[in-house]
């Protein structure tokens, strides 16, 4: 245990406890905390104090306050003035830069180009090209080796003109390619699009997700092999190079999904991330990735909104059964944050990776929870006894 910044001594007792926490030595608990560092947390005096009935009665509304950082309605009229009553809300995400599709940066499409066309037609559209990189362009289409990720990032067989058609099309068909020319011409779609579809957004995940599962390698390479005989180019042999391509694609649509999704209003991404987490029950690379990148957003949200929970709980039944009235408007905020809780946690619910994140604080919120609506049905009036009972229903005893 961390000694106390005031006294040098490692708390043990109930007393010590109360010295301790009086006399403010210790640092508040961290809202952007993350379960990463649940060891570190558990070891607070803070999470302690929450997490222990026998110390409740111990700690003043106002110390808890502190302590804990909370902006709960406190029960006068001018401090419920002072503090403002909003539900929690999700953090704002920093804006994010519009990502670029695969198929506008492709040296076959700043060409003119298409993987059957020969280096003599390639060499002409270098000499005839706007850009002063054209003949660079072009030593990247003829060499057998840098070829490979243009490849990997065009639509199969597709001439520039059939790309630029495919691009400018609103009707979202991609019918007649196949999976990784229609991961590629989607990701193109969603970059273009603005804002971006959740709906759409977590379809085209799904389709990267079943595209780059298990790809057959022999098959993709006797494909780019047919282009390559037709352009006079070296056909392409080594196995090794394909799969180490193709892990450089799975990670640059994982990039581009995640800076699409770091756009999003935090309602859409929400949405977006629980459509293609319930529908990818074994979640391949490129939802597994996602949802690693997701936790990183919701594990300080889960972990803030959980510890206010259990504060509240805890707080409110230590108040019900000394008589004194709850504050103002905490059930509300109760309900508020067990929704916006439930909400955040609902898209990694389903995955694998994803359950271990809230366990402890899901335990703890519901004791606190259960030990509040006992004491409200003892001690609180009827409505609020009825109100805590509904939401106790809601939220815990279907889980």
Not at 208 to 231: S, T, Y
Not at 276 to 291: D, E, I, K, Q, Y
Not at 304 to 323: F, N
Request: glycine residues 6%.
């Amino acid at each position: 245990m961390k000694p106390c910044a005031a006294c040098g001594r490692s708390p043990r007792q109930k007393d010590d406890w109360e010295s301790a926490l009086s006399q403010g030595g210790y640092t508040p608990v961290d809202p952007t905390s993350t379960l990463a560092h649940s060891d570190a947390r558990r070891a607070s005096p803070v999470y302690q104090a929450i997490a222990r009935k026998s110390l409740d009665s111990a700690l003043a509304d106002t110390q808890l306050r502190e302590l804990l950082q909370l902006d709960f309605r406190a029960a006068s009229p001018a401090a419920a003035e002072a503090v403002p009553d909003s539900a929690a809300s999700i953090p704002e995400s920093a804006p994010v830069a519009r990502p670029t599709g695969v198929l506008l940066s492709n040296p076959f499409l700043r060409l003119g180009a298409g993987p059957r066309d020969r280096a003599s037609s390639v060499r002409e559209r270098a000499s005839q090209c706007s850009e002063e990189s054209g003949n660079a362009l072009a030593d990247v289409v003829l060499d057998p080796h840098r070829r490979l990720h243009a490849e990997l990032r065009w639509l199969g067989d597709s001439t520039a003109d059939e790309v630029r058609a495919l691009i400018e099309r609103t009707d979202g068909v991609a019918a007649g390619l196949d999976p990784i020319a229609r991961v590629n011409l989607e990701s193109e779609w969603l970059a273009r699009e603005d804002p971006c579809s959740a709906a759409t957004l977590a379809a085209a995940v799904l389709h990267a997700d079943v595209a780059f599962a298990q790809p057959d390698l022999d098959a993709l390479c006797e494909r780019l092999n047919r282009a390559r005989v037709a352009a006079g180019v070296a056909v392409h042999e080594d196995a090794d190079l394909l799969a180490e391509a193709m892990e450089a694609r799975v990670r640059e649509a994982v990039s581009t999904f995640i800076a699409l999704h770091d756009r999003l209003t935090p309602s859409a991404l929400l949405e977006s991330f629980a459509l293609f987490c319930v529908a990818g029950r074994t979640p391949n690379a490129v939802v597994r990735s996602l949802v690693n990148h997701y936790r990183q957003f919701a594990e300080p949200v889960l972990v803030s909104e959980g510890d206010k929970v259990v504060a509240l709980c805890r707080r409110g039944a230590d108040h019900v059964r000394r008589g004194t009235p709850l504050a103002p408007g905490l059930v509300d905020r109760l309900a508020a944050l067990l929704s916006l809780y439930h909400r955040v946690l609902s898209p990694i619910r389903h995955s694998g990776q994803g359950l271990g994140v809230a366990r402890t604080l899901s335990r703890l919120m519901r004791e606190a929870f259960e030990d509040l609506c006992e004491a409200a049905q003892s001690h609180a009036d009827a409505d609020t006894a009825a109100q805590l009972s509904g939401l106790q229903n809601r939220y815990f005893r279907s889980r």
